[in-house]
C-alpha cells in the first residue's frame, strides 16, 4: 500500500512540473523518475509532454509508446532503454544519453532549435547542423 501511495505521489510531483519554469521546480520531476525506474516502474503509454524531467535516469527502463513532446530532458539517461514509438518531438535533449537502447522507431525535428534527433537499431544521434540534411527533408 505504502508503495502505491509514493508511486502516485511521484507522479504527481512529474506531472506538476508541466508549465512550469525549472528555476521554479528544478529537479523534482527528473529526480521523480529516478526514484519510480529504480523501483522497477515501466513508463510504457505515459504522457510526459512539456514537463521538466533533468538529469532524468530511464537507464533499461521501458519507455515505449510514451510522449515526451516539449519536455525537458537535458542530461537525462536512457541508456540500455526500451524507446519503441517514442514522440521526442520538440524536446530539448542536450546532454541527454542514448547508448543500447537498440532499435528506434522515431525521428524527432526541432524546428524552434534546429536540431534533429534519429536512431538506427544500435545508436541515436543528434545533429545540430540541419543544413546538410534539408535537402533530404524537402
Do not use: P, W
Amino acid at each position: 500500500m505504502f508503495i502505491g501511495i509514493l508511486r502516485d505521489k511521484l507522479y504527481n510531483l512529474i506531472y506538476s512540473t508541466s508549465g512550469q519554469k525549472f528555476e521554479q521546480v528544478k529537479y523534482a520531476g527528473g529526480n521523480s523518475i529516478s526514484i519510480l525506474n529504480y523501483m522497477g516502474e515501466t513508463f510504457t503509454n505515459k504522457d510526459f509532454s512539456e514537463t521538466i524531467l533533468r538529469n532524468a535516469i530511464f537507464e533499461g527502463g521501458v519507455c515505449d509508446n510514451s510522449s515526451f513532446s516539449d519536455a525537458e530532458l537535458q542530461d537525462s539517461s536512457f541508456i540500455d532503454s526500451s524507446m519503441l514509438y517514442v514522440n521526442l518531438e520538440n524536446s530539448k535533449l542536450e546532454g541527454a544519453l542514448f547508448e543500447g537502447i537498440g532499435q528506434i522507431t522515431a525521428m524527432a525535428l526541432d524546428k524552434r532549435e534546429r536540431n534533429l534527433a534519429f536512431g538506427t537499431i544500435n545508436e541515436m544521434y543528434q545533429s545540430s547542423i540541419l543544413k546538410i540534411l534539408e535537402k533530404f527533408l524537402a
